[in-house]
């Protein structure tokens, strides 16, 4: 019979898949042990809330938390209102055709962008050519920019995931189109949309290029006043913990902080997205 | 031909979905208040006819029509018309009962928030109206905040007529609206647009030969896009003028 080799391929297939999915998982709790440890001890409310000082190797990383933390909001606030409605005339307005394909290609290839062109991007259209100059105003559309794509993408197919016979059940008694889409479409695809949300906004927490040139001070202990004002940022400030400073390993303890405070931010954005999603998600299910 | 009888005149209508016609000179005066069955094989156009009703075609990209659709004596496809006010007159319950994932008093309450009702109690009076209509209320009075989501497939068929007649329509658009419903809850929607029979003018689609007998006044048989037929129900079923016709009631074809 056949049936051994068969089945001892079988087996094969079966442990070289798992072994790569917890191969996978092993760097993953790895990274975050490593950082857990390293940055643990060097958690403390002074570390949280005070200004850095000697360009970081000392004091604390309050105003490049604050930075990060009004970055990412402004980035959000850009980026969900255009995304949504870019989804939303996508998928229910636009005749399907040569236009939404060549929209789709546009999209695709914005979210194929190396992150530092779109910094340069940003440089050269929002700092210089609008003069909002190196700040949070400039440094966020351009973060928006960059997770656009993603936001579209992901609200487009959660709209298109809403069944087509709850538009019809509501435009049959009579309301209107965006009346539709807004009471009888939208609040069923929240929960796809937050999870493009969820998507961009690490990535705009974490991406260094694209405020590199936008936004991000090397050294600015103070807080931003305003939109115009430049700030520090979480990824940008670890960059210089690590690379920029006289003595980078006297400086080890402060970038496991810093990196520690950096995913803790990340994850609290993406928490609050979550609860937002599985609130509408037991509100709404079908 | 205008007829103070007819509540609904479609003169000559041909219909396309964009090269395909879909209907083809129909002509036919839909009786006020009265039950009018349309029968036909599958793809014979009578849902299509049914869908130009209410305009929900209009929704579909690459549709077109010639001919006229009158309403009440208004065409309904005139630039003068508005078709929102047309679908509130021109109530619709689809095949696939398609309650929305949202509470029972909700699904009930849609369409009388959209046309501007904001008082909760003028609300929560539609609201138990219309469900005691359609047969609904007493399963339902105590979970009116419950998703309509949980409710078994007759009951969110009648919720669906509610949600239509909350909005006081004079005219109510059946497609098919047993067709995926057991024995039990067809005869119940059955029972129901029995009910409703008098007080609105009904038009039902489906594929069952005894339900058309049993429910309505008048039947109109289509075959591929023509209207062959259209009179009594008795005197189709009994006695039908074209042989066509009679070949389809008797299970002959379709």
Not at chain 1, 53 to 63: D, F, L, V, Y
Not at chain 1, 111 to 128: D, M, W
Request: hydrophobic share 45%.
């Amino acid at each position: 019979m056949s049936m051994k080799p068969r089945n001892l391929s079988e087996r094969l297939v079966y442990f070289s898949m798992l072994a790569v999915t917890y191969a996978i998982l092993l760097v993953v709790i790895y990274i975050i042990a490593d950082v857990v440890v390293g940055g643990l001890p060097v958690l403390s409310w002074e570390f949280l809330t005070d200004a850095p000082r000697k360009s970081g190797a000392e004091g604390g990383i309050w105003p490049v938390i604050v930075g990060t933390f009004y970055l990412v909001l402004c980035t959000v606030a850009f980026a969900l209102p255009l995304g949504m409605a870019g989804a939303i005339y996508l998928s229910e307005y636009a005749t399907q055709g040569r236009l939404t394909r060549m929209i789709r290609i546009a999209i695709v290839t914005l979210a194929g962008i190396p992150s530092v062109v779109l910094g340069l991007f940003g440089l050269g259209l929002f700092v210089i050519f609008l003069g909002f100059g190196a700040s949070i105003l400039a440094g966020s559309m351009t973060l928006a920019c960059m997770i656009l794509p993603t936001i579209i993408v992901a609200s487009e197919e959660a709209l298109r995931a809403v069944p087509q016979s709850f538009r019809e059940g509501s435009l049959a008694l009579g309301a209107t189109k965006w009346e539709t889409i807004r009471r009888n479409v939208l609040p069923y695809a929240v929960p796809g949309m937050m999870t493009g949300s969820i998507l961009g906004i690490g990535r705009a927490a974490g991406e260094t290029a694209p405020i590199l040139l936008t936004v991000a001070a090397f050294f600015l202990p103070t807080l931003p006043q305003s939109v115009f004002d430049q700030c520090m940022a979480l990824p940008y400030h670890l960059y210089i913990l690590a690379t920029q400073l006289p003595d980078v390993e006297k400086a080890r303890p402060m970038q496991y902080g810093t990196a520690l405070v950096l995913i803790a931010v990340v994850l609290s954005f993406n928490l609050a997205a979550i609860v937002i999603r599985s609130y509408f998600r037991r509100k709404y299910r079908w | 031909m205008q007829d103070n009888q007819n509540h609904i005149e479609a003169h000559s209508l041909n219909f396309f979905y964009g090269a395909t016609q879909a209907l083809f000179d129909v002509s036919i005066g839909l009786k006020r208040s009265k039950v009018t069955a349309f029968i036909g094989p599958s793809g014979c156009g009578k849902s299509t006819f049914l869908r130009t009703l209410n305009r929900m075609n209009d929704i579909i990209d690459g549709t077109r029509h010639t001919g006229k659709i009158l309403v009440d004596g208004q065409d309904i496809y005139d630039s003068s018309s508005n078709v929102i006010d047309l679908r509130r007159r021109v109530g619709m319950v689809f095949q696939k009962s398609n309650p929305f994932p949202k509470a029972i008093f909700e699904n009930v309450a849609y369409g009388p928030r959209i046309h501007g009702e904001k008082n909760r109690r003028k609300l929560e009076e539609i609201v138990e109206q219309s469900l005691r209509r359609s047969g609904l209320w007493e399963e339902v009075k105590d979970r009116l905040e419950h998703n309509a989501m949980g409710l078994s497939g007759g009951q969110q068929q009648r919720l669906c007529i509610a949600r239509a007649l909350a909005v006081n329509p004079e005219v109510l658009l059946m497609d098919e609206p047993a067709s995926a419903l057991d024995p039990r809850s067809t005869a119940r929607i059955e029972d129901l647009i029995s009910e409703l029979r008098g007080e609105y003018t009904i038009v039902i689609v489906t594929h069952n030969m005894q339900q058309a007998a049993r429910v309505s006044d008048e039947t109109a048989f289509f075959y591929e896009g023509k209207l062959i037929e259209v009179g009594p129900t008795k005197q189709i079923f009994r006695n039908p003028a074209q042989s066509q016709t009679e070949d389809y009631i008797t299970g002959r074809f379709g």
